[in-house]
């Protein structure tokens, strides 16, 4: 058990719906990684916050935002959802200071996203 | 741009069979290499970060080495609890986000 936690584990909706991803990092962590896996991408980076901000973007689409709350849990939010927006969605936290060892993410179980 | 790249992409052992994992990187200033353990729909588990060439880490019968170019993950004698795919991932000086290989498939026979 990492210590981070996702809800739900499994969501299943339609094409055209919005849904929300939760996430709770690890006591003490500051930073949160958002995640999509599928089977033909492998791992790709959506987004990070540190301590309520946003710090980094990777390839996010303009349909999802995400934000980070003052108790440092996070939300992703999907809408106008696709087909191909099935998909694993991971959250990560790590502490997210600038000394050694504190890069180190660790992943919750994941939400499986299925669009139908 | 950072790039990661893994081989094989899947490997089949036999109980017993020890074997190594690659992971080659280009990467601007090497902050961290991470190594990852990923069951089928879990999340990705935490097994080592690694900063400077000529580091090594162990964890059971895993161990991770480092160089300039490339870390290696040596199974020494597997058990099929083993099975998973393993990920590398490196963090560049001045980024926050790693960039993930795409894996390798690891099956241990009994």
């Known amino acids: 058990d990492s210590g981070v936690t996702q809800t739900p584990k499994h969501l299943i909706t339609a094409t055209g719906q919005r849904v929300t991803l939760r996430c709770s990092p690890r006591s003490g962590d500051l930073s949160v990684y958002w995640y999509q896996q599928s089977l033909d991408q492998g791992l790709q980076f959506l987004i990070q916050?540190?301590?309520?901000?946003?710090?980094a973007k990777g390839n996010i689409l303009e349909r999802f935002s995400a934000q980070q709350f003052p108790d440092l849990h996070s939300e992703l939010n999907l809408s106008s959802l696709e087909l191909g927006d099935s998909a694993l969605y991971f959250c990560a936290s790590s502490v997210g200071g600038l000394g050694v060892g504190t890069d180190t993410q660790y992943f919750g179980p994941g939400t499986r996203l299925t669009v139908l | 741009e950072d790039q990661v790249t893994q081989s094989p992409e899947a490997l089949r052992l036999q109980e017993g069979e020890s074997s190594s994992l690659n992971c080659s990187y280009t990467v601007s200033g090497l902050r961290g290499l991470f190594w990852y353990r990923q069951d089928p729909g879990k999340g990705p588990e935490f097994l080592f970060t690694?900063?400077?060439a000529g580091e090594e880490k162990e964890k059971e019968r895993l161990k991770a080495t480092l160089t300039k170019k490339e870390s290696f993950l040596h199974i020494t004698a597997p058990k099929p609890e083993d099975s998973a795919t393993y990920l590398c991932a490196v963090q560049a000086r001045g980024s926050y986000i790693p960039t993930f290989g795409r894996g390798t498939s690891l099956i241990v026979h009994p």
């Open positions: 916050y540190y301590n309520g901000e946003e710090r």
């Open positions: 690694l900063y400077s």
